[in-house]
């Protein structure tokens, strides 16, 4: 009996359903697609497809149901393309398809690790003239923080509103997600992790945050600490991201961070991200870093290496890191043959344009 | 009877001082040590010195108290250089001088525009291989936001800890920004605002910011309005800077984007701020964007250019545009000639390195 990973497949809008078509592609080829034998075991993937996002919301009114949450949580992994609309869309102004769906899918699963690794590639060239060997984790916090959605207001629309939005961090909280960098950073070479918050600002919080890292240090000897506040971290993204090894920080400047570090990078379409709930209770969910683009959906002109490189972090989380380096091998030989292609021609310019799936293809 | 502008200098801890007294310099130079005429005026700054920072605070426990903010509220303007000890100072753990001096400053004397020009000065180089004609100014708002220290926490030090922020945010405080950005975007020759904040996320202040924005947009129909969430911001900071004209966006935001323009803009050190009080009820303030850097301190290697450059707003604040542009340009003038040793030189490591005091010599 091959051992059955149960994948909840969620496309999205926009380019979503582009991309995940080719990391579904590359999965299949990663654990061969009727049960190939991956880390000395017979793995096969049954994919469920949810059609979730703004599509749906504009046909039947519902972001996410009570029952879809409860399918896909029955599965033991999501991976999801990208959700949202058309900006300005009238139709969808009443619906925050991004709390409503993907915020929900975080906090309902307790992804309290929101994982987003950040390599610039062999032959991919970033916007930074000079960025260095960049291999760094941000670690972001997914449940708590200005997310939680405790905001609220008063005389709304008058003159003297008032709006209001609230940080929540617990001890319990920001414990386990400090717990997990130290982990994570005690796993790598390096052996270091840097705490990003605003520690002379938001002073309770931040307090927290700190106290909890100097503790949990105690337990990791071999991990080096440091911290940097918020703004001084965007600094060194730009100035000397090779400094970085593990991140950890909260959920509002993990997601600014991430950004910057898939610009950096080389850009989002790139940055892969993973969800995680390492307790296994509720299943991880992978995701690309980038949005649904809708100006661009439908053409075929998207990077699918993104969501592709979502699969590997996927296969890492489910104990087949054969599997995810080959993945990640592959992506690594496509950005490379990218990079030769432009520097054989005149330059970046005549690369010969690929297809979503030409690159999906080219990496399978 | 020449005009006399009474100047609060608060030179502060680490480099402070340093780059204070070059800035002090220049303004005298710019409007002439004992009354130039400047746009037909004659003006004299009477400077009075105030000792505040880390170093007070250490000698005689007072960060700021209400005589010292009594006097410094009764000048015209206020210099200031960085405040903050040595990171870890254990003498410094109770004391949040950041708070307790700078931020309740800008409280106290309702600086609600924290105005922050950032432009890549010709033959200043820039960490992106690529960064275009970049001038733009990021209007933060100074006065709410998560700054207002509205937090707190319970069962601290326990596994049962919450430790909860307070974003406030009001019609009264985000129209007041929202409408000096306006009117500078006005002012400027591409008439461009961007709103940078989160409202998929800070759904009740983002609500608040965005309706704001909407609303005054209509008074000025020649003003062209956009939108970025803060992570998608700082994206193209590092991919399409030049992009950008004015920005308003809230106080973290703010904060954390001005260290990146500085960064991407070649450096902190010739980052420059304003924090605006634009009804002139209270004196407003300027200072650089960087810190005290205590561990340069005293070693005459500090860049003044951010200091120098904060008395240019200073001037442009106290209606004296024409010695604003004369200090502007012995800048642009100091840091071309800069670019021109180091390429004359066998490259930037061998530009001859020049005294804190020699830059604002040569600035003067
Ligand atoms: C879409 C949005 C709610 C989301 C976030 O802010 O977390 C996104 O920016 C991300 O980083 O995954
Ligand atoms: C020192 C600190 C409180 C301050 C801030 O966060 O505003 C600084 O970072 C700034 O940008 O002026």
């Given amino acids: 009996m091959p051992r059955v990973i149960r994948l909840a497949v969620i496309p999205g809008d926009g380019i979503g359903p582009e991309v995940i078509a080719e990391a579904l592609k590359v999965l299949d080829a990663a654990v061969g697609a009727s049960g190939a034998v991956v880390s000395d075991?017979?793995?096969t993937v049954e994919k469920t497809h949810f059609s979730l996002g703004a599509a749906r919301y504009l046909e039947t009114g519902d972001v996410l149901t009570d029952d879809d949450l409860a399918a896909i949580a029955s599965h033991d992994a999501i991976l999801l393309g990208a959700v949202g609309g058309v900006p300005g869309?009238?139709?969808?102004?009443?619906?925050?398809?991004?709390?409503g769906l993907l915020l929900r899918l975080r906090f309902a699963l307790d992804h309290f690790v929101n994982l987003r690794p950040t390599t610039i590639y062999p032959?991919?060239?970033?916007?930074?003239?000079?960025?260095?060997?960049?291999?760094?984790?941000?670690?972001r916090e997914g449940t708590e923080g200005p997310?939680?959605?405790?905001?609220?207001?008063?005389?709304?629309?008058?003159?003297?509103?008032?709006?209001?939005?609230?940080?929540?961090?617990?001890?319990?909280?920001?414990?386990?997600?400090?717990r997990f960098a130290f982990e994570l950073a005690a796993s790598r070479p390096r052996k270091k992790l840097t705490l990003v918050h605003k520690t002379n600002v938001l002073v309770f919080s931040g307090s927290l945050w700190q106290r909890t890292v100097n503790?949990?240090?105690?337990?990791?000897?071999?991990v080096s600490v440091d911290y940097l506040h918020v703004d001084a971290a965007t600094i060194f993204f730009v100035t000397n991201?090779?400094?970085?090894?593990?991140?950890?920080?909260?959920?509002?400047?993990?997601?600014?961070?991430?950004?910057?570090a898939g610009a950096i990078s080389g850009g989002i379409g790139l940055a892969?991200?993973?969800?995680?709930?390492?307790?296994?209770?509720?299943?991880?969910?992978?995701?690309?870093?980038?949005?649904?683009?809708?100006?661009?959906?439908?053409?075929?002109?998207?990077?699918?290496?993104?969501?592709?490189?979502?699969?590997?972090l996927l296969l890492d989380q489910q104990g087949l890191p054969e599997a995810a380096a080959r993945v990640r091998d592959a992506v690594t030989g496509d950005l490379a043959s990218r990079a030769r292609a432009a520097s054989g021609a005149s330059g970046a310019d005549a690369l010969p344009a690929r297809s979503t799936a030409e690159v999906g293809d080219a990496i399978v």
């Fill in 41 to 43: 075991e017979a793995v």
């Fill in 89 to 99: 869309d009238p139709r969808l102004k009443d619906a925050n398809i991004e709390r």
């Fill in 123 to 139: 032959g991919v060239t970033s916007p930074l003239s000079n960025p260095g060997e960049v291999d760094f984790v941000v670690v």
């Fill in 147 to 178: 997310y939680v959605g405790n905001g609220g207001a008063i005389r709304v629309g008058t003159p003297h509103e008032i709006a209001n939005e609230v940080s929540v961090n617990t001890a319990y909280g920001v414990e386990r997600v400090v």
């Fill in 215 to 222: 503790a949990i240090a105690a337990e990791f000897p071999d």
């Fill in 241 to 260: 991201p090779a400094k970085f090894d593990v991140i950890v920080t909260d959920n509002l400047f993990g997601d600014i961070l991430t950004d910057l």
């Fill in 272 to 312: 892969a991200s993973g969800n995680i709930n390492p307790t296994g209770v509720f299943p991880s969910m992978f995701e690309p870093v980038h949005g649904s683009a809708p100006d661009i959906a439908g053409q075929q002109i998207a990077d699918p290496t993104a969501a592709i490189l979502s699969v590997a």
